[in-house]
């Protein structure tokens, strides 16, 4: 199971970004895949997920109504568009893939429940 996160990069205040999450060695369709992001000195914070079993998505409060995630199952590959974007959202972003598909149904992400991580994909913010 491999995950490529990419996309990164410098974008002023206001701006929008894509991220893609390549995915491989996994039947993608039975998979929830979640972005996480990481700032620094914080703590690991789920950002949205999709859940391919369902066919749900879900974001933290934070990102809801900028940030759209999809999925591309030809192409075994998840989109995080970000739009509107704050400094606040500076941050290494991470994907991971959540086998059982039991950890993005609504009530939160956990770190813990992750299969696998991608590398990650840094996204700076300027005011």
């Known amino acids: 199971v491999q995950l490529q996160a990419s996309g990164g990069g410098l974008v002023q205040a206001g701006g929008s970004l894509r991220l893609s999450c390549a995915a491989s060695?996994?039947?993608?369709?039975?998979?929830?895949i979640v972005w996480f992001r990481q700032a620094p000195g914080k703590e690991r914070e789920g950002v949205s997920c999709i859940n391919n079993r369902l066919g749900r998505t879900y974001y933290a409060d934070s990102v809801k109504g900028r940030f759209t995630i999809s999925s591309d199952s030809a192409a075994n590959t998840v989109y995080l568009q970000m739009n509107s974007l704050k400094p606040e959202d500076t941050a290494v972003y991470y994907c991971?893939?959540?086998?059982?598909?039991?950890?993005?149904?609504?009530?939160?992400?956990?770190?813990?429940?992750?299969?696998?991580w991608g590398k990650g994909t840094l996204v700076t913010v300027s005011s």
């Open positions: 991971a893939s959540d086998s059982s598909a039991l950890y993005c149904i609504g009530y939160g992400f956990f770190v813990g429940g992750m299969d696998n």
């Open positions: 060695g996994f039947t993608f369709d039975d998979y929830a």
